[in-house]
């Protein structure tokens, strides 16, 4: 059987009213597939050749990679909204159908599947593929459960953790607030004590320039007193200098007439 990393496989257990439930295993390549489908007792297989896949692809208007991966969808889980049918073709031959929408159109894909020469070893050989598959899920439940585990423990610690740095956090700004409180009031004690000094420094520079001005108004007011008596005695002593300076002046006599 061709097997490289490009293979997938898919089984499908299908539902079609008025039939027993079918299982598709499907096994898929890039440019063809295979198909293997069995209802317990009898089995049906179709080899879908890379010519074949090339022409279905061609009378969709579809690459064939694009039409295998829409079989590959439809075959590996089944659709809701599709209508399965797998109905009879004549010579013990089956035909599997199911519709899926495009474009607003419902579309139908059919493929023959030929009777079975060995119906057991296809039952059985889907039958170990569900056993794998369900032993590979249940590991991977249990690894899934295990990392779970572990992250949940994980996830506690760190909670704790967390918790353990928000207290320590808390601790540490209050210590820091206190200190920093402590602080910031001396500061402000040393501020308001250097503020009542400049204050006291102030009025004591003010009252020491009122008594200056005080002092100099009372200077002001004796020397323009002693100015004021200067220009009184002034005058008297500019009288007497006057009549001193003026020379005595000759009187005049009247002539009399003398009488012969």
């Not at 495009?102 to 070893?121: A, C, H, I, V, Y």
């Not at 002693?226 to 002034?234: D, H, K, L, P």
Request: glycine share 4%.
């Amino acid at each position: 059987m061709e097997t490289d990393s490009t293979t997938r496989h898919t089984c499908l257990k299908l539902e079609i009213p008025s039939t027993q439930p079918l299982f598709v295993k499907g096994t898929w390549f890039d440019t063809h597939f295979d198909l293997s489908v069995t209802d317990g007792l009898r089995a049906w297989f179709c080899n879908a050749t890379e010519e074949e896949v090339k022409e279905r692809a061609a009378q969709w208007d579809q690459p064939v990679t694009e039409y295998i991966e829409l079989a590959e969808r439809y075959l590996g889980f089944q659709q809701p909204g599709s209508v399965y049918q797998f109905v009879d073709a004549g010579d013990d031959c089956k035909r599997l159908s199911w519709t899926f929408e495009k474009e607003g159109t419902t579309l139908e894909w059919r493929w023959k599947l030929q009777p079975s020469p060995d119906s057991r070893k296809i039952t059985v050989g889907i039958l170990d593929f569900l056993m794998d598959a369900n032993i590979r899920l249940s590991e991977e439940v249990v690894r899934k459960t295990q990392s779970f585990e572990k992250l949940k423990v994980e996830a506690e610690k760190c909670l704790e953790q967390s918790e353990r740095f928000t207290n320590e956090k808390i601790e540490f700004e209050s210590e820091i607030y206190a200190k920093f409180l402590g602080v910031l009031n001396s500061k402000k004690a040393k501020l308001r004590e250097f503020r009542d000094q400049l204050s006291k420094q102030r009025a004591a520079g003010k009252a020491s320039t009122d008594e200056e001005e005080s002092t100099d108004k009372t200077e002001s007011y004796h020397s323009g007193s002693i100015a004021e008596g200067s220009e009184e005695e002034e005058p008297e002593n500019n009288l007497t200098s006057t009549s001193k300076d003026v020379p005595a002046g000759k009187g005049r006599s009247r002539k009399r007439p003398t009488r012969k």
